[in-house]
């Protein structure tokens, strides 16, 4: 399994959080029928995308991308000591994720800019980490971009109530004065551009790597499962507007569809990351 890939000019590393069984496929998509099942089962299977009781196996994951000018960590994964509603990412005190970036080479010393393509759960958690009773930025020499479109969302969802992840992975890097809020057609130098993909989230941005062209594309949550290539319409039940996400998703593919540019997504199983190829009215992934 490739944990490290070059791509023109970038260095791309995964660093894995979790890789494991996430929810039954028909929960996960409400539209998903049992006969589109069944026509994607055995391949899902072969894929390591589907287990024997059609719960779907995802991977958690942040990326680093080292481009000639920086070292970026895209989607800081879930975290530690951080309450949480699923059992797995609740109050969790591993070290697989520390471990996972010391075995690339690399400390949080490294990272000078951290961006999330959403400001979910399993995207922000590492931006910080406990320190006795405080939240502190994990990445002590990073600045943190956030898209204003999804911050002010998160802003105000969390005034109603508040949204544990925005308050203890997000606000804490604000209030350290570590964040810039950007608008979503900002870029760094001629490497870095983020593409606008609204739909899971209002101000959801997928993030483009490349010297003047994309050479990679980091997908964020705007596509969960290889399901969905064959079917790039089927939205999980936690987009916050499913039709305008099924709209982002197949614009995305049929952006990047028989490109060279390889796509990075965030939850597909191992690699996770290749090429997509048009097939039929969908889309498949080909590994790198
Ligand atoms: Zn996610």
Redesign the pocket.
Known sequence: MALTFSVADLTIHRIIEQETTFLPAREMFPELTPEMLDAERSALQAANALDAQDTLI?C?QSYVVKTPHHTILI?SCIGNDKPRARPVWNMKTDDTYMRALDAAGMSVDDIDIVMCT?L????VGWNTRRDNDRWVPTFPNARYLFAQREYDYWVAQNAKAEVPPFADSVLPVVEAKRADIVMDDFAIGDHVRLVPTPG?TPGHVAIALGKGKDDAVFA??LI?SPLQLAYPELSPKFDVDPAQAAVTRRTFLERYGDTATVCCT??FPSPSAGRIKRKGNGFSCEAI
């Open positions: 995802l958690f989607d959403h979910h759960t399993d995207h899971h964020g949550d969960h965030a939850h």
